[in-house]
């Protein structure tokens, strides 16, 4: 447009003009000419669209030249007219309906004839300006946010100068005013918590300027004149300029004086805590020890006392016999009648004895006598040596058997042991059961255990019964219990390297469980009771003592053998000299009434030679085996060792 205003006379200058013209249009400015006498002479687009003339304004007053300035220019304009430029004068604009805040300059003009013109430069501001209010406005809130803030805060530069600290760190030196960073550390003396003072190029703040972020470093330093101390936890961020170099740091600071002690205090109320529980506990545990160290004693105390009753019942007739044997001692058959009782007394405490012995030698066995017997056969053969029994037993009802046996059940141990204990716990679920019941027999196998569970629906025990059940002597069954059974119970299992559990429920039942490493199959023994697969034999069976001689008839009986039962020796010398009467066994007691049972073996044996003889005796057997008889059985006789015997091989038929 310039060229249109100044008009062409030559076609060169034409083209420098429409130059200028492209410049004029290129520049981000608002521009008018105005001619020496102040008329508007060229404008751009950019002054157009801000005053809102168009291109026939051309020859308009200077003056006139804004309408829409919301300032009067007229000052600056004059001065400028005067030849003295007017630099970035800040003029409001009414434009299109809102502001536009434009920086005017006016540049006084000369050309070559020296007449005066000014030109006018205008940029708009608006967008700058409204940024920088916004700037200021933020930095007004972060201030008053910075001033707020709980914790203090600090800014240093680079040289560590303090640039900014909010109100919460300008307090807590109050009257001083640290303005270094080395001020700051004189003033704080700031240590570690385990009391370790920090040299000056150890602080935070000091790190951070080498580039560190110090996060949640707990610090002590000195407050207010310095005796108060306080704790504090130290962030710190290096500050960097955008080629990332480090020009300042913030710390922050938070002090955590009150949470610190809180937590000492949390801590040390949680040790005494600790403290106390662990007295508590010994106490407890010495406590516990003392009523396990009473209980034993008192169990120990138990067994001395059952075992010299025992012991007191079986001297009392042996030392009254030994009396009256002095007395009456040239009158033979006296003589034996005491010898006979003296016997007798001896056999029933070497029974106990041997009971007693069962539960005292519970270290396991050395496998020297150990062979593998099967559990379930063994179950099998305890039911039918006692189930003769049961009926008289259980006098008020009947007694039903459910047995539930595994194959395989083996253990390794021995066979008598094992035998007796099961006898033990079908007695004891008899006793419980006088009213009749249920008696049931489980056994089980697994790869590395064998069980046995004897249990039965009777009267069940009380907590104190079944806590002391396996103590030796402990019987609730007054004169007609030893309490004797379950304690061996518990020392067979023991020697066979197993366990004893009860489970009972007062009023419903009791169970009992042994349980044992299981064994191997390699020397299983034959289960010593077959049914119908043994002969049956023609037995007399010689003993004095009732209950004795009746349990080994039934037993006897029971296993399909004919039984003549005799009390005497006389009686027995008697039947042997009756040559109608068929025999192939004697079984005689060694204590009769009326002579010694080794001489009725020597009798028989010269009677009848090829007679299968044994003899029951609670006496060690004679050291040397009485080349007369064929098998010795000890007492208590037990049931399967008898039959065994009894099936033995006739030896003497041979001969
Ligand atoms: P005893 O049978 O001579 O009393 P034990 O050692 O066999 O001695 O048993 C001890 C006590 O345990 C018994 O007196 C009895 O109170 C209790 N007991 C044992 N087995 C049973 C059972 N199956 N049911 C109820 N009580 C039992
Ligand atoms: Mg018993």
Not at 483 to 492: D, F, K, R
Request: with cysteine; charged share 25%.
């Amino acid at each position: 447009m310039l060229s249109s205003a100044l008009g062409s006379t030559h076609d060169d200058a034409g083209s420098e003009l429409a130059r200028l013209d492209a410049l004029l249009e290129a520049v981000p400015l608002a521009v008018a000419l105005f001619d020496g006498s102040l008329a508007l002479a060229a404008t751009n687009a950019r002054y157009r669209e801000l005053t809102g003339l168009d291109v026939s304004q051309v020859g308009r007053s200077i003056y006139d030249a804004f309408p829409n300035a919301l300032a009067d220019l007229t000052e600056q304009v004059d001065i400028a007219a005067g030849g003295v430029p007017v630099v970035s004068v800040r003029v409001p604009f009414q434009h299109r309906g809102g502001r536009r805040l434009v920086e005017a300059t006016f540049v006084p003009l000369t050309d070559v004839h020296g007449a005066r013109g000014v030109l006018f430069a205008g940029s708009d501001v608006t967008e700058r300006e409204d940024l920088r209010e916004d700037l200021a406005r933020s930095v007004a809130q972060l201030e008053s946010i910075f001033d707020v803030l709980p914790d203090s805060v600090r800014v240093v530069d680079a040289d560590g100068n303090t640039v900014r600290t909010n109100a919460q760190a300008l307090q807590e030196h109050a009257p001083s005013t640290p303005q270094t960073l080395r001020e700051l550390w004189q003033l704080d003396r700031p240590r570690t918590l385990a009391g370790t003072t920090l040299f000056v190029h150890e602080h935070p703040t000091a790190r951070a300027l080498r580039g560190e972020r110090v996060r949640g470093e707990t610090l002590e330093v000195r407050r207010g004149s310095g005796d108060v101390t306080a704790v504090v936890e130290v962030n710190t961020n290096p500050l960097y300029d955008p080629h990332r170099r480090v020009r300042g740091a913030v710390t922050v600071e938070r002090d955590v004086t009150e949470r610190t002690r809180l937590q000492q205090q949390v801590k040390t109320e949680a040790e005494r805590l600790e403290r106390m529980v662990q007295e508590r506990t010994r106490e407890l545990l010495a406590l516990q020890e003392a009523a396990a160290r009473d209980r034993r004693l008192a169990a120990v105390g138990q067994l001395a006392a059952g075992v010299m009753h025992d012991v007191n019942n079986a001297l009392n007739p042996i030392m009254a016999a030994a009396y009256l044997l002095e007395m009456n001692a040239e009158n033979p058959a006296a003589v034996r009648d005491y010898a006979a009782r003296i016997a007798r007394a001896a056999e029933t405490g070497a029974a106990t004895a041997a009971r007693v012995g069962r539960f005292i030698r519970q270290e396991p066995l050395l496998g020297a006598r150990e062979e593998t017997v099967d559990l379930s056969l063994m179950v099998e053969e305890v039911v039918a040596m006692t189930r003769p029994l049961w009926q008289e037993r259980a006098k008020g009802g009947v007694v039903k058997l459910e047995e539930s046996l595994a194959p395989r059940t083996l253990v390794k141990g021995i066979a008598g042991e094992l035998r007796e204990a099961l006898l033990n716990l079908v007695q004891n679920a008899l006793d419980a059961m006088a009213g009749g019941g249920t008696l049931r027999i489980r056994t089980a196998a697994t790869a590395s255990e064998v069980s046995v569970e004897v249990s039965d629906t009777g009267t069940g025990m009380s907590e104190e019964v079944r806590e002391r059940a396996f103590e030796p002597f402990f019987t609730t069954k007054g004169v007609h219990g030893t309490g004797l059974g379950l304690a061996e119970v518990y020392g067979i299992a023991r020697r066979h390297r197993g366990r004893a559990e009860i489970e009972s429920i007062p009023g419903e039942g009791t169970l009992v469980r042994l349980v044992f490493p299981a064994g191997t199959s390699d020397t299983t023994k034959r289960p010593a009771l077959q049914h119908g697969a043994r002969p049956p034999r023609r037995i007399l069976l010689v003993e004095d003592h009732v209950d004795s001689r009746e349990f080994m008839q039934q037993l006897l009986e029971s296993d399909g053998h004919h039984v003549h039962s005799v009390r005497s020796l006389e009686e027995a010398r008697a039947r042997l000299d009756d040559d109608t009467f068929d025999l192939d066994v004697l079984v005689t007691d060694i204590g009769l009434p009326d002579g010694s049972g080794w001489d009725l073996v020597a009798f028989a044996r010269k009677k009848r030679p090829s007679l299968r003889i044994g003899v029951v005796t609670g006496w060690e057997p004679r050291n040397e085996q009485d080349p007369a008889c064929d098998f010795t059985l000890r007492k208590p006789v037990g049931a399967a060792d008898l039959l065994e015997e009894i099936a033995g091989q006739q030896a003497r038929t041979q001969n």
